[in-house]
């Protein structure tokens, strides 16, 4: 993806950066009523990759929940006419044809689209603003930089880089997404809980 399409795909993620193929059949199986055990595969942060397959979490009988967790789950893909201007920096300097921001759009139509008809029950957890997410991913890595010695821990500059990728959907997630939702969870800005919303 990322030598085919736009070298922003390097970066993880972002919807176009995940194996949906291997999503979407793990679902299909951990829902499967003649469930046959598997082993599921685990992503380390601190190594910005899968951990080897000896280390997967081994499943050996049909779970009563599975939770799919993830900062994109359940984002519906915007209208081509709100792809048109740049969200921050980084899609106006690195993403001027806006190559990257539509394929991004395209696997949400598609692929992930797919993957999220399976969640029987969406939980939303809402953010103040954006610009919380940065300071609270910036305590997300140093907390990493304490526990693991991974060569893929960011910087605080890095990080500030890293979440431009989610920018456009986050904003885009917090119009739509407590609407859809069937649970929203509002995060204050002391980062606890504030409210709980049924839909």
């Given amino acids: 993806m990322s030598k085919n399409i736009s070298p922003l795909f390097l970066t993880r993620g972002v919807p176009g950066t995940h194996d949906t193929k291997m999503i979407f059949n793990c679902i299909k199986k951990l829902q499967n009523k003649k469930f046959k055990k598997l082993t599921i595969p685990q992503f380390n942060k601190a190594i910005d990759d899968r951990v080897s397959k000896k280390n997967w979490l ?44 539509y394929k991004v759009n ?61 920018e456009r959907l986050t904003k885009h997630m917090l119009k739509t997404l407590s609407k859809k939702a069937d649970t929203t969870i509002k995060i204050d800005t002391k980062h606890r809980l504030k409210s709980i919303k049924f839909n």
């Fill in 106 to 166: 395209l696997e949400l139509k598609k692929n992930y689209k797919k993957i999220f008809k399976l969640i029987d029950k969406i939980i939303f957890l809402k953010v103040p603003s954006f610009k919380y997410v940065f300071k609270w991913r910036l305590l997300q890595e140093k907390k990493l930089r304490i526990t693991f010695k991974g060569k893929k821990i960011m910087s605080d500059q890095q990080i500030k880089k890293f979440i431009m990728f989610y």
């Fill in 58 to 101: 081994k499943i050996n009988k049909k779970p009563h929940i599975v939770i799919f967790e993830g900062w994109c789950v359940g984002a519906e893909h915007q209208k081509n006419k709100d792809l048109l201007i740049a969200a921050n920096e980084l899609e106006k300097d690195q993403d001027k044809k806006k190559i990257w921001r």
